[in-house]
């Protein structure tokens, strides 16, 4: 262990014996948890929470057609990196829906052109200052790298939202039905409902470039681990959260407001 790390250790050590003595008799568990939460964030890599190399599915950049259509349905997964001679070339990230709009439009595909610049991390980075960064630049993976500059995994957003509210959903996930209608303009809903999902049952639009799913998008509303029955508001829809599993958000109710200038 460096000794970095050690002072990393420590702190934390020092953080949970001071937190036991003075707020642990006061707090439930569930709030006890919570607030780990919170601290485990910080201390945590993103070599802890990525996908490593050997898992992930890369793609050649002169990979075409055919053979690019069935690896993408073979993996089902909505975001590949893209590598020129070696995986550690990394050249872009292929987004499947940039690829849909491009034969939509009956264009050629050059996969130069229309993949994304990639967003590389040290490994050792901590998951709650990529969080950051992910929203900030408004992007959903990174490509993790490790001291030799070489590449060690990718890691996304999914990845850390999981810390907190649990698993997410990718785009191309079957999911069993998961907003149910309680009332006039409430639902209960998963934390893992996808937001275009969402958009289909509400007539609206949810900014679904950026979050998935439900969970994921109102931890972001929040700015911080909710507890039970905290409510946020955005646009003419209230949030509130229903149930937890320790510090991950599961169940969220919906209630659509009728004057959307009533909470202003």
């Not at 929470?49 to 073979?74: C, H, N, T, Y």
């Not at 959903?169 to 809903?189: A, I, R, S, T």
């Not at 969402?198 to 509303?221: H, K, M, Q, R, W």
């Not at 508001?233 to 169940?251: E, L, Y």
Request: aromatic share 8%; glycine share 8%.
């Amino acid at each position: 262990m460096g000794f970095l790390d050690k002072i990393r250790q420590r702190k934390k050590e020092f953080v949970s014996q001071k937190f036991e003595e003075n707020l642990g008799t006061t707090l439930n568990e569930e709030k006890r948890d919570m607030i780990r939460g919170v601290v485990d964030l910080s201390e945590t890599s993103v070599k802890e929470v990525m996908i490593p190399r050997i898992d992930v599915d890369f793609l050649s950049v002169d990979v075409k057609g055919s053979q690019l259509l069935q690896k993408i349905a073979e993996s089902g997964h909505s975001r590949f990196p893209v590598y020129r001679e070696t995986i550690d070339d990394v050249a872009g990230i292929l987004y499947v829906k940039d690829l849909i709009n491009l034969m939509a439009k009956n264009e050629p595909l050059e996969m130069e052109k229309v993949i994304r610049k990639p967003f590389f991390v040290p490994e050792s980075k901590r998951i709650d200052a990529l969080l950051r960064e992910f929203k900030r630049r408004h992007v959903h993976i990174a490509v993790a790298v490790d001291e030799y500059g070489g590449v060690s995994g990718i890691v996304c957003m999914e990845d850390i939202i999981e810390e907190i509210v649990g698993d997410i959903q990718d785009e191309f996930d079957n999911e069993q039905e998961d907003v149910l209608p309680v009332g006039d303009g409430v639902w209960l809903c998963d934390a893992r409902a996808s937001l275009d999902d969402l958009a289909d049952i509400f007539g609206g639009t949810f900014p679904s470039g950026e979050f998935d799913t439900l969970g994921g998008f109102v931890f972001n509303l929040f700015g911080k681990i909710p507890v039970r029955y905290e409510k946020v508001s955005w646009d003419r829809f209230d949030f509130i959260i229903q149930a937890m599993d320790g510090h991950r958000i599961t169940t969220v109710k919906i209630m659509e407001r009728k004057d959307p200038e009533a909470s202003a």
